[in-house]
């Protein structure tokens, strides 16, 4: 089995699937990271990615147009992330139980519409799905052209949104501000600088991401919608952004370990290697306890994360 | 900020008066309703045909009303399980997962003393089940207790987890059905099936026992110095503890009583409704008791008259989807909005609008 693995075509092969599966996770991540450097903790991640990726196969379905049915997915996710943000910036309902809220809509939601929009639901159409586009010169280098530069737009997007969230969090004014509403937004407050307007950006901006994420299961890979198929992704992005410490490239890390796992479950599944498939799907849940455990501290946390702000 | 210009600003109220929070509550459940009715319509359904429709398969027969319950039961259950760790402020959103290990750890106790008197099989289903979702949630509690994890985080990801151990064990595991081909296990012994309440009806002995636990907790909470515990985490965990109470201690106990309380209702499911092990028997009463729990206030006879109104619906909608074409998966989906639009209306009430000088 480990000569089997370590064949170079296979290791390509699984390192282009991590690159591949690493796309919905990263782009719903970094759109967390960013809601939760102002305060704000999307526990609704799952259901938005979930109804986006819906939204997505039935835009995608209906107007025939692959890129209509990712814009749709960025409505929903945009959408959803609005009820969200109303729910806890303006009313202050406690986050955890709104993002509940928010993955039950999700999942009863796009199940019924599911239903609803064709009779008989085990069997719904499939769709076409983005080709990959391998990038001209960059793919032809050995080894790292197939791994890095033979993928989708969407995935090119999500890898070019690491360092352009980076630029933005640590470089820019607005960057600046973001983080000192999940720090400090008193300070924020006093210089007449409106707290509530950047949560709100920040968690809409997230909702645009996760929308795009779930967009990519479906248009992206999938080319048809199954309920429950986020399977679990929602819930990992925020594992990942709190074993990434709320930063960009350690983000982008963790997000490429977690996405290894899955890729290489998938490749040893497809070897017929004699491990029970389960234990393998269940590596990421369990890598994410023990991620969590082993590291203890959480350390880069904004100071204010998951505590609503009252103007007094 | 437009308001604010407009000269008007949105304040916390010091105190909430009742009738301001039920006019804010019951505005919130008709606005649910409305958009219900909104999406009967955009499948091409009369609302009022499909609310009947509703009604009537709910509790429209003494045997619908029966079923009802016996929908209800699972959820008494898993609300209980979720009122009492959110009352500590715990936020244990694992129920989901520990009503599988409750009904898998039962499983494998019962099927060792399968053959045996009733009298010996049901109190080990019991307890099993207890045990079972007890240490799984107790799992999540330790996690936190020993190595911060949070318990949001870990509780999700044992759901996951569980659902995989219980495929592995079932497909073409050690309790697969000889022959079968479902991923299920054979029917269990009869000795371990909970009895029938009433006959010609499906209400089994985990209802009763289902108003027992809500009693049980509903003492525990008020009348325990388990319960003050409670109630003082849920205030104040760093208080407790400088009171010279293991917080620890209080957290890993919440949460094996919340756990245990989600076990019977994998249990009271597998022996009581399916007589048999498998996912589709066990899945998202964890999540449904969430709502239950909320929507009963996290009080225990809140929760009944929560999980009723839930298994009437769940109940119902099979009925109406036979009636009206509508997908009973619907349900789902008004639960969903049902919570949404409660939780705003519960806390619009708590604000004001204040006139701010211009």
């Known amino acids: ?312 | 900020m437009t308001l604010e210009k407009l000269g008007y600003r949105i304040e916390p109220r010091a105190e909430t008066s009742g009738p301001a929070r039920a006019v804010a509550v019951s505005g919130a459940l008709a606005a649910s309703l409305v958009l219900c009715g909104l999406l009967f319509l955009a499948v091409g359904v009369s609302p009022v045909t499909a609310f009947q429709s509703l009604v009537q398969g709910a509790f429209g027969t003494w045997r619908a009303a029966t079923e009802t319950l016996v929908k209800a039961t699972p959820l008494i259950f898993t609300g209980l399980a979720t009122a009492v760790a959110f009352r500590a402020r715990l936020w244990n959103i694992g129920v989901e997962g520990q009503v599988f290990a409750g009904a898998m750890f039962a499983y494998w106790c019962q099927s060792a003393i399968a053959g045996t008197s009733p009298w010996i099989q049901l109190p080990v289903i019991v307890l099993g089940a207890m045990v079972g979702g007890g240490l799984y949630a107790g799992v999540a509690g330790l996690l936190k207790t020993r190595f911060r994890v949070d318990e949001v985080i870990s509780t999700v990801m044992l759901n996951y987890i569980i659902v995989y151990m219980l495929s592995l064990l079932l497909l073409k595991g050690p309790w697969s059905e000889a022959g079968g081909f479902f991923e299920q296990t054979a029917k269990v012994d009869a000795g371990a099936i909970l009895p029938i309440l009433f006959d010609k009806t499906r209400l089994h002995l985990g209802f009763l026992l289902a108003l027992i636990a809500a009693a049980l907790v509903y003492l525990m909470i008020k009348r325990s110095p388990v319960g003050y515990e409670i109630r003082a985490a849920g205030s104040n965990l760093r208080a407790l503890e400088v009171q010279g109470t293991n917080s620890r201690r209080v957290v890993l106990m919440v949460m094996f009583i919340s756990g245990a309380l989600a076990g019977l209702a994998g249990m009271s499911e597998v022996y009581g409704v399916h007589y048999r092990l498998k996912a589709g028997a066990l899945t998202s009463y964890g999540y449904t008791g969430i709502i239950v729990a909320i929507l009963g206030l996290l009080n225990p006879w809140g929760v009944v008259i929560a999980a009723i109104l839930f298994g009437a619906l769940v109940n119902g909608a099979t009925f109406m989807q036979i009636k009206t074409g509508v997908p009973s998966a619907l349900i789902y989906a008004i639960e969903a909005i049902l919570l949404l639009f409660y939780l705003a209306g519960w806390a619009a009430s708590s604000f004001k609008l204040k006139r701010i000088k211009p």
């Open chain 1, 1 to 312: 089995m480990i000569a089997e693995l370590l064949e170079t075509s296979i290791i390509i092969s699984v390192l282009a699937a991590t690159v591949r599966i690493a796309t919905p996770i990263l782009l719903a991540a970094l759109g967390e990271m960013i809601a939760e450097r102002s305060g704000v903790y999307n526990m609704g991640l799952e259901g938005t990615m979930l109804m986006s990726a819906f939204t997505a196969y039935i835009g995608a379905y209906y107007t025939g147009s692959l890129w209509l049915g990712v814009v749709i997915a960025m409505i929903t996710g945009g959408l959803m992330s609005l009820i969200f943000a109303f729910m806890v910036i303006t009313l202050k309902v406690e986050q955890i139980v709104t993002g509940l809220a928010l993955n039950l809509l999700g999942s009863g939601l796009s199940i019924f519409w599911l239903r609803a929009a064709f009779a008989n639901a085990g069997q719904t159409p499939t769709i076409p799905f983005f080709d990959t586009v391998p990038l001209p010169l960059l793919s032809d280098i050995p080894f790292l052209g197939p791994i890095l530069f033979d993928q989708k737009l969407l995935t090119y997007l999500a890898f070019l949104m690491v360092p352009a969230a980076w630029y933005f969090l640590f470089r820019t004014r607005y960057g600046l501000e973001l983080r000192c509403v999940g720090e400090n937004p008193k300070a924020l407050d006093i210089k007449g600088l409106n707290v509530a307007a950047r949560q709100y950006a920040a968690v809409v901006f997230g909702g645009l991401m996760a929308g795009l994420g779930g967009a990519f299961l479906t248009v992206g890979s999938a080319a048809r919608f199954v309920p429950e198929m986020t399977n679990g992704r929602g819930w990992l992005a925020i594992v990942i952004v709190i074993a990434g410490m709320w930063r960009p490239v350690p983000v982008l890390l963790a997000t490429i370990a977690f996405s290894f796992l899955d890729a290489l479950q998938l490749q040893i599944q497809g070897i017929g290697v004699a491990i029970p498939y389960q234990l393998l799907l269940a590596m990421p849940y369990i890598c994410a306890i023990l991620a969590l455990a082993i590291r203890r501290s959480h350390s880069g946390a904004p100071a204010m994360l998951g505590i609503p702000y009252w103007r007094k």
